[in-house]
Every structure is written in structure tokens, then in C-alpha cells.
């Protein structure tokens, strides 16, 4: 059994799109899960950048 049950009667065009909303989806999904873990550290880089930029001018 197909796992969307039209499948079969479905154009290729249909296919191609679903196929590559799946994709899509999946990339989007990884990408969420791996910036949640790296976030923190995204921002204490951040935070850091700017604290040197602000000591350097001074």
C-alpha cells in the first residue's frame, strides 16, 4: 500500500512537487533541530563580536 493512498493516480508533476515539499520539509526540520542546539552558542559568539568591536573603539 502506498503511503499516500493517490499516489498512483497522481501526474508526475504532482509527484515531483510532493516529492520535493518532503525534501523541503525534511531540510527545514534538520536545520531546526541542529540551529536550537547551536543557538546559544550563536549568541554568545555574538554577544562576544560585539563586546571586542566596543572595546576596540574606545
Do not use: F, G
Not at 18 to 24: C, E, N
Not at 33 to 56: E, F, N, T, Y
Amino acid at each position: 500500500m502506498a503511503l499516500i493512498p493517490r499516489w498512483p493516480m497522481m501526474t508526475e508533476e504532482a509527484k515531483a512537487l510532493t516529492k520535493r515539499v518532503a525534501v523541503s520539509a525534511l531540510v527545514l526540520l534538520l536545520a531546526v533541530v541542529l540551529l536550537r542546539s547551536l543557538l546559544p552558542w550563536v549568541i554568545l559568539a555574538m554577544a562576544a563580536w560585539w563586546i571586542w568591536k566596543a572595546v576596540q573603539r574606545r
